[in-house]
């Protein structure tokens, strides 16, 4: 009896110092088998005081008052899969009649104070079933991506939700983004995964940073091009309508179209084509906006028109050619000048890192979601790298992305160097060879490069 209390003894010990030091530990040995019976257990219940059962039907009623029996409770959603994952559970839950989706999304917080769960949230995966994310520990305090992802061409994955579950970056879903946030925010991080994720895939990267290039020059490996002031931009940005153009009469000339061909072969864009004549996908990254939409001088007014004019150019007819925009800056309101909200409108990823006041998050998810908009401004600033990302369907999600130093961006982009295109009409912007950073090395005298 001894040895047995001493065990058990141990295993609280161990239990408590894992959910202290290491929550995903604890959530994988401890946390998952007792939130499993905890949900069990508690699921009448809980469901009961939380609103969320109905009435049982009149037949039913009926037949309790024909036999003489008690009349039956009120029914909870029936349970249809309970599926444990590395971060929380997965509750499927198939709605009585007379429940909406939105009744569950309502009580989402109450769930997680009646179920012992660190966040909750839902979502309704067709008419009449619902999937509640339960997370058991605070998966954004230190970022761990799962080993095994989802790939596909033009999908990067970029940050992990919080429900656990990963956020990407899909351009074919959505062409083009805009990336807010203040000064020590995360932004540069969430720059270096995108970058070190398009890295491996077949993609020409063109970079256009203003800050003399501190951020995107030490990348430059694997960029087609690259500008680093507002004159350089102002003709890489032209040179990509060039290739917007050539692009086109390609689509139009390979477009397949006779009584032959089937409607699905008919090609409208460059993914329509195949592989053989391809083009290949254009992201242009720009690092901050605000540097290429500022003037002071007439002639300097000048130049910022015909940049956002291209950039404009470039988001409403980019996305058939295979050119998308990632936009980033510390506001993007209309005192940046005419043009701007023109751009803006075509951005639709949306994704806001932590703010100085509540107009700067308006200009992200004013016009898509209020909810965002308020979820931006309460981000706190010890939490860098914690984003509130959303599109113009009104979702929206809180995100952080993993840590990536700018070593570890470096030498993931010098080791995919060599999948770097060469298109002819951003030749003259193309990095020279004498600037590039120099071969992968380590981080560390004793730890090998990551890549």
């Not at 430059?220 to 102002?234: E, H, Q």
């Not at 917007?244 to 689509?251: K, N």
């Not at 090609?267 to 605000?290: F, K, N, S, T």
């Amino acid at each position: 009896m001894t040895w047995f209390m001493v065990a058990v003894v141990v295993v609280v010990a161990a239990a408590g110092l894992l959910r202290w030091r290491r929550p995903a530990w604890y959530w994988l040995t401890f946390g998952v088998i007792l939130a499993t019976l905890r949900v069990l257990v508690r699921y009448g219940s809980v469901m009961d005081a939380c609103g969320l059962t109905v009435m049982p039907s009149r037949w039913r009623l009926a037949l309790a008052r024909v036999t003489n029996r008690p009349v039956p409770e009120s029914r909870p959603p029936r349970i249809l899969r309970l599926r444990p994952t590395r971060t929380g559970l997965v509750l499927r839950l198939k709605l009585r009649p007379g429940q909406d989706a939105f009744d569950v999304a309502a009580a989402t917080d109450r769930l997680r104070h009646s179920f012992g769960m660190y966040g909750v949230t839902s979502r309704e995966v067709r008419s009449g079933v619902v999937e509640v994310r339960m997370t058991g520990y605070d998966v954004l305090k230190r970022v761990q991506m799962p080993a095994k992802l989802d790939r596909a061409p033009m999908r990067v994955p970029v940050a992990l939700r919080e429900d656990g579950s990963v956020h990407y970056r899909d351009y074919r879903a959505v062409p083009h983004g805009l990336t807010l946030g203040a000064t020590e925010s995360g932004k540069s991080v969430y720059q270096r995964n995108l970058v070190a994720g398009l890295a491996s895939h077949d993609v020409a990267l063109v970079g256009i940073d203003c800050k003399q290039g501190v951020e995107l020059f030490p990348l430059a490996r694997r960029f087609s091009a690259l500008a680093d002031n507002p004159d350089t931009a102002l003709e890489l940005l032209e040179a990509l309508v060039s290739h917007m153009e050539e692009v086109y009469q390609l689509i139009r000339t390979e477009q397949r179209i006779s009584v032959a061909v089937p409607d699905a072969e008919i090609a409208a864009d460059i993914w329509d084509l195949p592989e053989d004549i391809r083009p290949v996908p254009v992201v242009v990254l720009v690092d901050e906006v605000a540097e290429l939409a500022l003037f002071a001088t007439k002639e300097e007014e000048k130049r910022r028109d015909r940049i956002i004019t291209a950039l404009v150019r470039l988001a409403q007819l980019g996305r058939a050619a295979g050119i998308y925009l990632e936009i980033c800056g510390q506001r993007f309101g209309s005192e940046l000048g005419k043009g701007i909200t023109m751009l803006r409108a075509q951005l639709t990823g949306r994704t806001a890192h932590r703010v100085n006041d509540e107009t700067s998050a308006n200009m992200a998810f004013g016009d898509i979601s209020p909810d965002a908009v308020l979820a931006a401004i309460q981000i706190p600033a010890e939490t860098r790298g914690v984003a509130i990302a959303g599109d113009s369907t009104g979702g929206w999600h809180r995100i952080r992305a993993p840590h990536t130093s700018l070593r570890q961006a470096v030498n993931i982009c010098n080791k995919h160097a060599d999948r770097t295109p060469d298109l002819p009409a951003l030749a003259p912007y193309r990095p020279a060879a004498a600037a590039l950073p120099s071969a992968r090395v380590p981080l560390s005298k004793t730890a090998p490069a990551t890549a």
